[in-house]
């Protein structure tokens, strides 16, 4: 919609550019895991999905570090991969 009118996409929803696996770490981090924490609060079921929680985050952590890999490999430049200032 935004490349119809002429306008730059966001980052993050840019289909050409935005990182899936990036993207999805900081969704996991910033949405998902505080909800599930203040739902283990009030509903101590909810607690036991946090543990899936942070498996998901580590795949995704290391589909990030993949794309690195292949982004330094194809470029020649390292390319920085903590991932926890996002």
């Not at 969704?27 to 946090?50: D, E, H, Y």
């Amino acid at each position: 919609m935004e490349r119809e009118r002429g306008d730059p996409p966001p980052t993050f929803m840019d289909r050409e550019s935005a990182n899936l696996a990036k993207s999805q770490i900081g969704f996991i981090k910033v949405i998902v895991t505080p909800l599930f924490q203040l739902c283990a609060r009030i509903l101590p079921n909810a607690g036991s999905r946090i543990n899936q929680i942070q498996r998901t985050n580590v795949f995704w952590e290391q589909e990030a570090a993949k794309g690195d890999e292949e982004k330094s490999r194809t470029t020649g430049t390292e390319v920085g991969g903590d991932n926890k200032e996002q």
